[in-house]
DNA sequence: GTGAGATAAAAGTCGTACTTAATGTTCGAG
DNA sequence: CTCGAACATTAAGTACGACTTTTATCTCAC
């Protein structure tokens, strides 16, 4: 079950940064490099490396005749999008979309309100088109079309929002948005009313009406959060 | 100017962090790591780890036969600490100080109305005492004393919101309000309607009145965005 | 021009030797 | 017996040199 990646370096990675996040060291387990160089059958130099980059993460700490200690979730670096992809195909995948979602319901609205604001002729097209895809795939079980729409939709908004820590929640939103898909517990078809609000929102930003754009993603943000509550414990 | 950091990755990794964020290699700009050991006097084995450091926070991509490429703006982990306190460091700090507050401005009412519905006893009496505080420090030019107890108040609300994603905000609100302290112009007393609003959202908080907690928030938010208008071009 | 093949440049990997700092232990002074 | 200072030990940090692998680019025949 070798993770087939070219390059030891990112195998090395992903396995120890999979396996931290899933939590199979309890806080405060000690590693020490050697006996990492030892299992993964590697140099010591490549799992350096890889410690250097975990420490940048803020999933473990490196101390001199200690070891490489893993620190308590709390101190994660849980933005990361490599962290993010890690805890979503992890154990808790339910919290981690959970929490992105609040995140989500937060982010988004003013994302829209501003993208009324400041969205290119470019981008309201855009917006324009990808809603109406979400229409055409919301019926008749294409959740994958689906998903790319509703994705590359969010992308824009974020986007249009002209800040530039809202467009770098692009990738997050997209990484939820694919979970919910495919690991979640979901409908065979969308809910129409949130296929709807979409469209209502390309047309707020069109029209530059940042409040209506604000108020309308909202609801989809509180749909979201509600269906998530029926579909999860 | 040898940043006198303990350890030579530490300090590699500050200079060229600090440099790349700060836009000194355009995008696209190419380091070799050979060339950049013997510019820092370190062997390539520390160039290499901080290289996978920067790589990881998508500042840099390394490829074989053409080298470390620096990539573009939009594609930087943003949300990393340390980026971020190396952006606030540099020359664009008024642009991030802004998009941070925006980032604030979506967020932190959301997390004021989780927690007055998830905040423990604990929490409530600790925000009551750091309102109390700033309401204390608030004449006289206290303005670092202030800036104590405006930190740790907002940090109790994003804990107590009970989302991990909003808690880990919590440094990043620190650097805002330290860079906007002991950078930015600001005046010489906190504006006394802000120190109100505090208090009053304490007192939400501690009552469970979640939409006036949230709708306090953002009116704090507001005043933050507008002296940022007032303040900076 | 175009495509196959040679060339070379730079990152990737490895092993070993040495340095440094933190922890734990020992031992002597009080 | 307690305390503290010297010492030994351990694991990370750093350095260096050799070798491998990938791939951009150049060459040359067609």
């Known amino acids: 079950m070798t993770t087939r990646t070219q390059g030891l ?3 090395v990675l992903a396995t120890l940064g999979l396996a ?3 939590g199979e060291y309890p806080p405060g387990s000690v590693l020490r490099t050697d006996e990492l160089a030892q299992r993964f059958d590697v140099s010591r130099t490549v799992v350096r490396e890889v410690v250097r980059v975990l420490e940048s993460m803020h ?3 490196s101390r001199r005749r200690v070891g490489v200690t893993v620190r308590p979730a709390e ?3 849980v ?4 962290v993010i992809r890690w805890r979503l195909a992890g154990a808790d995948r339910p919290r981690q979309l959970r929490s992105l979602t609040v995140l989500r319901s937060a982010v988004e ?3 829209a309100g501003l993208a009324a604001l400041h969205a290119t002729p470019e981008q309201c097209r855009e917006l324009t088109e990808q809603a109406l895809g979400m229409v055409a795939t919301s019926r008749g079980r294409q959740l994958e ?8 939709f969010h992308r824009v908004v974020l986007a249009a929002s002209g800040n530039e820590m809202f467009a770098r929640l692009g990738d997050v939103v997209a990484e939820v948005l694919t979970g919910r898909t495919h ?3 979901m409908f065979d078809d969308p809910d129409p009313a949130a296929v709807t609000l979409h469209v209502q929102v390309a047309e707020a930003v069109r029209e530059r009406d940042a409040a209506r754009a604000e108020e309308l993603t909202r609801q989809i943000a509180v749909g979201a959060l509600r269906e998530l509550d029926v579909l999860a414990p």
Do not use: G, K, S
């Not at 933005?79 to 490599?82: A, I």
């Not at 079309?145 to 590359?152: Q, S």
């Open 9 to 11: 370096h990112p195998h």
């Open 20 to 22: 931290i996040t899933a």
């Open 59 to 61: 999933l473990v700490e």
């Open 75 to 77: 101190q994660w670096n």
């Open 79 to 82: 933005y990361d999008p490599q």
């Open 109 to 111: 609205p003013v994302a």
């Open 145 to 152: 079309a689906y998903l790319v729409h509703d994705i590359a």
């Open 183 to 185: 690991h979640q517990v």
